[in-house]
């Protein structure tokens, strides 16, 4: 239809603009002196820069690991993140 712009395909980067994609990413956090690492975490990530970016969904499970790792008397985690 005139006047109307096509809508982009895709999601971009907000960071260099580049085609974002579905797939998985390792998060570190740095928790006051500890280290804790997440792998298999399910986010979106650019194919020009590499920047991954969490998934909304996946946000709550991560801060609960999170609480739990905060627990533990342990210096550097690392856990596999689980989709229920």
Known sequence: ??????????????LCGGEM???ITTLSFLMGEKVAII???????CSDCGEAYMKSHV???VETLLDRIEELHSEVSIIYYEAA
């Open 21 to 23: 994609n579905d797939g």
């Open 59 to 61: 946000t709550g499970k």
């Open 39 to 45: 792998k298999n975490v399910p986010a979106e990530i």
């Open 1 to 14: 239809m005139a006047g109307k712009r096509e809508k982009n395909k895709f999601k971009k980067c907000p």
